[in-house]
């Protein structure tokens, strides 16, 4: 079974975004808020705590930051030891991760909040989640990354003959 994480400050879209992983046979793994989210619209999700065996702890900054989660993320499906060593320690793949970034400015605009509670926001897990997915883009691009600087030059000379045919 394919596995999304679901971890969303914005919730805008995240129900019908949901539905469709749903759909196509994902296993939907959430936190928090957005855990909450879709059990209000009826959605199935695992919690991570489920996963982890770990309650969100720091007042939400360790939500994902645990070896069930990362590794599922991290580990090389390509490297046979990756896979063997994931399978004896029971992490399972995440196939994709859907998060967006903390509303910074949002957040610094309201006069309410303090540096600390500004910067604290800033910092938390979800960057650091990011980050993770980011390592392991191996695993979601298509084709060889040494193809995609051909591919970006090929792009860009059609955009300049393009252009060229429209100006004439």
């Not at 969303?8 to 879209?13: A, E, M, P, Q, R």
């Not at 793994?29 to 770990?54: D, M, R």
């Not at 599922?72 to 991760?97: C, S, T, W, Y």
Request: with cysteine; net charge neutral; proline share 3%.
């Amino acid at each position: 079974m394919k596995r999304a994480l679901l971890s969303v400050s914005d919730k805008t879209g995240l129900v019908d975004f949901a539905k469709i992983l749903v759909a196509s046979g994902y296993e939907i793994l959430s936190t928090g808020g957005t855990l909450k989210e879709l059990h209000k619209s009826k959605i199935q999700a695992v919690s991570v705590e489920e996963v982890t065996g770990f309650p969100e702890c720091f007042g939400g900054r360790v939500k994902t930051m645990h070896p069930m989660i990362m590794g599922g993320i991290l580990f090389n499906r390509e490297i046979p030891e990756h896979v063997e060593q994931a399978k004896e320690l029971k992490i399972f793949p995440i196939d994709l991760v859907a998060v967006n970034l903390y509303p910074f400015e949002e957040t610094a605009a309201d006069q309410s909040k303090t540096d600390a509670e500004i910067i604290d926001g800033a910092v938390r897990g979800i960057g650091r989640l990011t980050i993770a997915t980011a390592l392991s883009l191996r695993g979601v691009q298509n084709g060889f990354v040494r193809s995609y600087a051909a591919f970006i030059l090929i792009g860009a000379l059609a955009m300049i003959v393009a252009i060229w045919v429209v100006v004439q």
